[in-house]
C-alpha cells in the first residue's frame, strides 16, 4: 500500500491535509493516529515529524511525503522532488542584531552563527569563503544574540515579526522554501500510476487557485474588446441575450487582477457582473 507521510502537528499539518482533501482524498484526521487509511483512494496516511519526513521516504517506509523543501535540502537524503506544493512558503536567512553597521557577508568572519540548519548554513559559507563557528540550536534560535550565545542566527523567516522583536534584522537572504511532494526513488510501477493520479489532481487544484469565475451582461458591440480585456482558457463564453444587441460573457479571471479587469469592462458597457468561486478547473 502507498503511504504518504505529513507532519503530525506544527505548520504543514493543515495545509498538508487541507491539500489532499481538496484533491479528493478524504483524510481521517484524528491526529491521535499515527497511521490512517484513506477511504476513498489507495493510500495511507503516516503522522510524523518533519525532521523525519526525508529519512523516511528515502528509505521507502513511506513512498511519498509532504514536507518543507528546507528539511529536504538539510538532511540531504536522497529523495524526488516531485512539486512544489504553493504552501508553507519560507526562506533561511542570516539575521544580525541591528545595532550592527553590516557592509557584507564577510562581516561573518570569525563569528558565532546560531542555527538549527547547520548544513544549509555550511553551504552558504563554503561558496562564500566565510570562516564562522556554527552553534546548532534546534529551538528559538531568535533569542541566541541576546542570551550571548551567538552573535548572528540563521534561521526561518516569514513575516520577519519574530525578528523584529528580537531586535535583529534580516541582511541575507540565503535559501527559499515552500512545501514539497517527495517520493522515493524506486516506487514500483503500481505505486507510479497512483502518484500519477495525485499529481494530475494536485496540477488542476493549484491551476484552479487564486482564479474566479466571472459572468456579466455586455452590449455586443463590446465583446471583441471584453476577449481582450478577459482572455479564457481558449476563449471566453458568450450567448446572446433575449434583449437585441445584448450577449451574455462568462470567463475565469485571475483573482489579482479582478478589480482592474472590473473597472474596464464597467468602462466598455458591463453590467450585472457576478464574480463565482471555483471549486475544480480541468484545464
Ligand atoms: O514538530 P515538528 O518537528 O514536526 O515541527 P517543527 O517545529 O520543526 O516545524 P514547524 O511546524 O514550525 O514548521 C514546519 C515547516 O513549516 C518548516 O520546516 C518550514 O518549511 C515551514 N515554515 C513556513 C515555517 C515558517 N513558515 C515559520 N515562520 N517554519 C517555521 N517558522 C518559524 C521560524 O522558525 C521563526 O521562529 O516562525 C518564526 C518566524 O516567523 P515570522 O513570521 O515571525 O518571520
Ligand atoms: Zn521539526
Known amino acids: 500500500m502507498l503511504r504518504i507521510a505529513i507532519q503530525s502537528k506544527g505548520r504543514l499539518n493543515e495545509e498538508s491535509t487541507a491539500m489532499l482533501q481538496e484533491i479528493g482524498i478524504s483524510v481521517d484526521d484524528s491526529k491521535r493516529k ?34 518543507g523543501l528546507n528539511e529536504v535540502a538539510e538532511k540531504g537524503f536522497d529523495v524526488k522532488i516531485v512539486k512544489k506544493l504553493g504552501f508553507g512558503g519560507c526562506r533561511i536567512s542570516l539575521a544580525i542584531p541591528k545595532a550592527v553597521d553590516y557592509q557584507g557577508p564577510q562581516w561573518f568572519n570569525g563569528k558565532r552563527i546560531a542555527t538549527s540548519y547547520p548544513e544549509i548554513l555550511k553551504g552558504y559559507l563554503k561558496e562564500n569563503n566565510i570562516e564562522a563557528k556554527i552553534e546548532v540550536i534546534t529551538g528559538s534560535v531568535e533569542i541566541a544574540p541576546a542570551a550571548g550565545i551567538a552573535d548572528a542566527i540563521f534561521d526561518i523567516v516569514s513575516s520577519g515579526g519574530t525578528l523584529v522583536s528580537n531586535g535583529l534584522v534580516e541582511v541575507e537572504k540565503v535559501f527559499f522554501s515552500e512545501a514539497v511532494l517527495i517520493a522515493n526513488n524506486d ?9 500519477d493520479e495525485m499529481l494530475f489532481r494536485i496540477d488542476s487544484a ?16 463590446s465583446v471583441e474588446e471584453a476577449t481582450r480585456i ?14 437585441e444587441g445584448w450577449c451574455a460573457m462568462h470567463s475565469v479571471v485571475e483573482e489579482a487582477s479582478l ?3 472590473i473597472a474596464q469592462l464597467k468602462a466598455i458597457g458591463a453590467e450585472g457582473i457576478l464574480v463565482l468561486n471555483i471549486d475544480k478547473i480541468i484545464p
Open 34 to 67: 499515527f497511521l490512517s487509511k484513506v477511504k476513498n483512494f489507495p493510500l495511507e496516511v503516516l503522522y510524523m515529524r518533519d525532521d523525519d519526513i526525508p529519512g523516511i521516504v528515502a528509505n521507502g517506509t513511506a513512498g511519498l511525503g509532504i514536507v
Open 187 to 195: 516506487i514500483t510501477e503500481e505505486d507510479q500510476a497512483i502518484l
Open 206 to 221: 493549484i491551476f484552479s487557485r487564486d482564479k474566479k469565475y466571472i459572468l456579466m451582461n455586455l452590449p455586443a458591440a
Open 230 to 243: 478577459l482572455p479564457s482558457m481558449r476563449s471566453p463564453t458568450v450567448m446572446p441575450l433575449a434583449a
Open 259 to 261: 478589480w482592474e479587469k
